[in-house]
């Protein structure tokens, strides 16, 4: 260890408690971001979680165009060629066909006009989770019957319990009118009021049957076993629809294209996280900084007293620098091992801000968050805080550049 | 048998929602656009009708032939009923005022149109419920303009713009009609609050239907997809045939024998 290393790690135990309290902002405000940011983005997947499985899945594949029109003409008109041809691809863990149909639903009182999905209902269970937020009655389970299960906001709007009969009118894909008599089986809620109101399935044998759709379907909805694994995913089966058939006109859409305002709204709420980490970090760099203007400050004369001796300004400067840098990676070091403890035990055991629910529900959440560490939110924010850290200890830096012996002698 | 019960439909002309004429009056000058506006309507309503259409949708990849038969009295009141093809048969739509219900033979019940639901397409077609529900309505919810007279076919022409009143329950920020002095109408165009032409329906093949000038086609389109587009056809047409108000009802809607 040079001398200049040795010096300046003596200067900072000279003043303990002085030391200390830089390094304890340091390590708070690391052990802090790595928290929040691993909360952050922990909560991006479980939002994009929870949408996905609500309804649309990681990935679609559909005709080219359905997704902007949603023309029942723009079909998939060999479901089961398209299942085979991708069904041996790694990361896929579930995938179900569905056909949709916008119509008037009518019950003997009422009469809205939503969007009727036609589904698989085993493979449904497996690629969303309506089944399992049934509250009343039961899932569709027979394939071909004509059973419709819905929302609970839509129930009350059509004033309609277990067992009655709704009258659904639209129009089949050769141009005819469509319409049965379906009878409702069960009613869902899944937390998302715009879901709640306005969702509807039946059976997609029955659906096709009523709408004169034959065997072609309007998607086929994947979930990966993984979300990092999705860009491979979506790769590979974009390779297979070329390679397999070049002129069925399909394309696969990722849930970002699939929901758009889902990715809005986390780019939105990821830039107000920003902010706040932006504001905690130039907090701790005033204090940081404020430590180091005092102590040069009220060093002056040991400095001038080490340049009358024969350093160089420049070395004195070094020296500095050291002792920041030694007090802003020991901080860092203590801040991630403490800030990945705590995080690692919440990513455990998960935590329940009271009182939250509601507002999680809106957003379709779980009550109970669950942070998640990972490789980015264990070091972003302590490399930001080491370059700030490093830029603070710069303005008392200069000064001493400036500073000459005999002047810094006779500094008070 | 027996009685002929001559009912008269205009299922188109409802269909088409259109409307307009005018008066040329040789004695008295220079016709208002709202009188232009209430002839035409007058001219292709009649005090009554009954109609034979054929709909035809046309989109670049398929076309679809529905045949319908209609009945209309007044400005308010219409009944119009699929006649072909068979899967279709029975359907029909009652028109009373701005009000509308549907009715489906398969399942056997009647459904009024809900509110939300006025802008969608009606049975596929170009044509919306709305088109239908408020094909009269422009004459009290819009206030009309003249704009400059052209000529055609030795015809004028006289142009109208409606612009909506301010609390108007419509969907479009402006309309343009064509009427041809003889109160037929040629041209109304659909444009939104931007003056966006939305979509147009145009009137050709003008020939003596029952027993007067009338257009045997209309066709509605989008201008946006030209290959789009939903063509009405005349077949039969008979004016101020004795129908009661009464006609217009539930039970008629349902009675697949009312033809």
Same mark, same amino acid.
């Given at each position: 260890?040079?001398?200049?290393?040795?010096?300046?790690?003596?200067?900072?135990?000279?003043?303990?408690?002085?030391?200390?309290?830089?390094?304890?902002?340091?390590?708070?405000?690391?052990?802090?971001?790595?928290?929040?940011? @691993?909360?952050?983005?922990?909560?991006?997947?479980?939002?994009?979680?929870?949408?996905?499985?609500?309804?649309?899945?990681?990935?679609?594949?559909?005709?080219?165009?359905?997704?902007?029109?949603?023309?029942?003409?723009?079909?998939?008109?060999?479901?089961?060629?398209?299942?085979?041809?991708?069904?041996?691809?790694?990361?896929?863990?579930?995938?179900?066909?569905?056909?949709?149909?916008?119509?008037?639903?009518?019950?003997?009182?009422?009469?809205?006009?939503?969007?009727?999905?036609?589904?698989?209902?085993?493979?449904?269970?497996?690629?969303?989770?309506?089944?399992?937020?049934?509250?009343?009655? $039961?899932?569709?389970?027979?394939?071909?019957?004509?059973?419709?299960?819905?929302?609970?906001?839509?129930?009350?709007?059509?004033?309609?319990?277990?067992?009655?009969?709704?009258?659904?009118?639209?129009?089949?894909?050769?141009?005819?009118?469509?319409?049965?008599?379906?009878?409702?089986?069960?009613?869902?809620?899944?937390?998302?009021? #715009?879901?709640?109101?306005?969702?509807?399935?039946?059976?997609?044998?029955?659906?096709?049957?009523?709408?004169?759709?034959?065997?072609?379907?309007?998607?086929?909805?994947?979930?990966?076993?993984?979300?990092?694994?999705?860009?491979?995913?979506?790769?590979?089966?974009?390779?297979?629809?070329? $390679?397999?058939?070049?002129?069925?006109?399909?394309?696969?859409?990722?849930?970002?294209?699939?929901?758009?305002?889902?990715?809005?709204?986390?780019?939105?709420?990821?830039?107000?996280?920003?902010?706040?980490?932006?504001?905690?970090?130039?907090?701790?760099?005033?204090?940081?900084?404020?430590?180091?203007?005092?102590?040069?400050?009220?060093?002056?004369?040991?400095?001038?007293?080490?340049?009358?001796?024969?350093? !160089?300004?420049?070395?004195?400067?070094?020296?500095?620098?050291?002792?920041?840098?030694?007090?802003?990676?020991?901080?860092?070091?203590?801040?991630?091992?403490?800030?990945?403890?705590?995080?690692?035990?919440?990513?455990?055991?998960?935590?329940?801000?009271?009182?939250?629910?509601?507002?999680?529900?809106?957003?379709?959440?779980?009550?109970?968050?669950?942070?998640?560490?990972?490789?980015? $939110?264990?070091?972003?924010?302590?490399?930001?805080?080491?370059?700030?850290?490093?830029?603070?200890?710069?303005?008392?830096?200069?000064?001493?550049?400036?500073?000459?012996?005999?002047?810094?002698?006779?500094?008070? | 048998?027996?009685?002929?019960? !001559?009912?008269?439909?205009?299922?188109?002309?409802?269909?088409?929602?259109?409307?307009?004429?005018?008066?040329?009056?040789?004695?008295?000058?220079?016709?208002?656009?709202?009188?232009?506006?209430?002839?035409?309507?007058?001219?292709?309503?009649?005090?009554? @009708?009954?109609?034979?259409?054929?709909?035809?949708?046309?989109?670049?990849?398929?076309?679809?032939?529905?045949?319908?038969?209609?009945?209309?009295?007044? !400005?308010?009141?219409?009944?119009?009923?699929?006649?072909?093809?068979?899967?279709?048969?029975?359907?029909?739509?009652?028109?009373?005022?701005?009000?509308?219900?549907?009715?489906?033979?398969?399942?056997?019940?009647?459904?009024?149109?809900?509110?939300?639901?006025?802008?969608?397409?009606?049975?596929?077609?170009?044509?919306?419920?709305?088109?239908?529900?408020?094909?009269?309505?422009?004459?009290?919810?819009?206030?009309?303009?003249?704009?400059?007279?052209?000529?055609?076919?030795?015809?004028?022409?006289?142009?109208?713009?409606?612009?909506?009143?301010?609390?108007?329950?419509?969907?479009?920020?402006?309309?343009?009609?064509?009427?041809?002095?003889?109160?037929?109408?040629? #041209?109304?165009?659909?444009?939104?609050?931007?003056?966006?032409?939305?979509?147009?329906?145009?009137?050709?093949?003008?020939?003596?239907?029952?027993?007067?000038?009338?257009?045997?086609?209309?066709?509605?389109?989008?201008?946006?997809?030209?290959?789009?587009?939903?063509?009405?056809?005349?077949?039969?047409?008979?004016?101020?045939?004795?129908?009661?108000?009464?006609?217009?009802?539930?039970?008629?809607?349902?009675?697949?024998?009312?033809?």
């Amino acid at each position: 260890m040079s001398i200049t290393a040795k010096i300046s790690w003596r200067n900072i135990w000279r003043n303990k408690r002085r030391s200390l309290l830089t390094i304890g902002a340091i390590l708070f405000a690391s052990a802090l971001l790595i928290f929040s940011i @691993s909360l952050q983005f922990s909560s991006y997947d479980t939002m994009i979680d929870a949408a996905v499985k609500r309804h649309t899945g990681h990935l679609q594949v559909q005709a080219e165009g359905y997704h902007t029109d949603k023309k029942m003409r723009l079909v998939i008109a060999h479901p089961q060629n398209l299942v085979q041809s991708i069904q041996d691809l790694s990361y896929i863990k579930a995938m179900s066909s569905r056909a949709n149909a916008f119509c008037l639903v009518s019950s003997k009182q009422r009469t809205y006009g939503v969007w009727v999905a036609g589904v698989d209902p085993a493979r449904e269970r497996e690629v969303t989770t309506i089944a399992r937020v049934i509250r009343k009655g $039961s899932y569709l389970s027979d394939e071909t019957a004509y059973e419709v299960v819905l929302g609970d906001i839509l129930a009350k709007n059509l004033a309609v319990e277990l067992g009655d009969e709704l009258v659904l009118l639209g129009q089949g894909l050769d141009g005819s009118i469509a319409a049965t008599a379906v009878t409702l089986r069960g009613i869902f809620s899944t937390g998302q009021p #715009e879901f709640d109101r306005s969702a509807l399935q039946m059976p997609l044998k029955a659906f096709q049957e009523t709408f004169s759709m034959g065997e072609s379907v309007h998607e086929l909805v994947v979930v990966a076993t993984d979300l990092e694994r999705l860009p491979d995913l979506a790769r590979s089966i974009r390779e297979r629809l070329e $390679s397999a058939s070049p002129s069925e006109g399909l394309q696969v859409l990722t849930w970002q294209q699939l929901l758009p305002g889902l990715e809005q709204s986390i780019r939105v709420d990821m830039v107000s996280g920003w902010i706040n980490y932006g504001i905690v970090v130039i907090i701790v760099a005033f204090g940081i900084m404020n430590t180091f203007v005092m102590c040069v400050m009220e060093r002056t004369r040991e400095f001038g007293m080490l340049m009358a001796l024969g350093m !160089r300004p420049s070395q004195v400067a070094r020296l500095v620098l050291l002792e920041a840098a030694f007090m802003s990676l020991l901080g860092i070091f203590l801040g991630v091992v403490g800030g990945c403890m705590v995080t690692y035990y919440f990513q455990i055991h998960g935590f329940q801000i009271p009182g939250a629910e509601q507002i999680m529900a809106q957003w379709g959440l779980p009550s109970r968050m669950w942070p998640r560490l990972s490789l980015m $939110s264990i070091f972003t924010g302590p490399a930001v805080i080491v370059m700030v850290t490093l830029l603070t200890a710069l303005y008392p830096v200069l000064r001493i550049l400036g500073l000459g012996p005999a002047r810094a002698l006779r500094a008070l | 048998m027996g009685k002929k019960t !001559r009912v008269r439909t205009v299922v188109a002309a409802v269909i088409l929602s259109i409307g307009a004429l005018l008066i040329t009056d040789p004695v008295g000058g220079e016709p208002t656009a709202k009188a232009v506006l209430e002839k035409a309507f007058d001219y292709y309503r009649g005090q009554s @009708s009954e109609t034979e259409v054929d709909m035809i949708i046309h989109r670049p990849a398929w076309e679809r032939r529905m045949t319908l038969k209609g009945w209309s009295k007044g !400005r308010e009141d219409a009944l119009i009923r699929v006649v072909a093809p068979a899967k279709d048969a029975g359907n029909a739509t009652l028109k009373k005022g701005r009000e509308m219900w549907t009715y489906n033979p398969k399942v056997n019940r009647v459904i009024k149109i809900p509110p939300s639901m006025m802008s969608q397409a009606w049975m596929g077609s170009d044509f919306s419920n709305d088109d239908l529900a408020k094909s009269d309505t422009i004459l009290e919810d819009y206030t009309h303009e003249m704009m400059p007279v052209t000529s055609q076919d030795n015809h004028t022409v006289y142009t109208i713009r409606l612009t909506p009143k301010p609390r108007a329950p419509v969907v479009w920020g402006m309309q343009l009609m064509k009427i041809r002095d003889d109160h037929i109408l040629l #041209e109304q165009g659909f444009f939104d609050e931007d003056r966006q032409l939305v979509k147009e329906m145009t009137t050709s093949d003008i020939v003596m239907l029952g027993g007067k000038l009338f257009p045997r086609v209309w066709r509605m389109r989008k201008p946006e997809s030209p290959d789009e587009y939903t063509e009405v056809v005349y077949r039969e047409v008979a004016f101020d045939i004795p129908i009661t108000d009464a006609f217009f009802s539930i039970p008629n809607l349902k009675d697949p024998r009312v033809r």
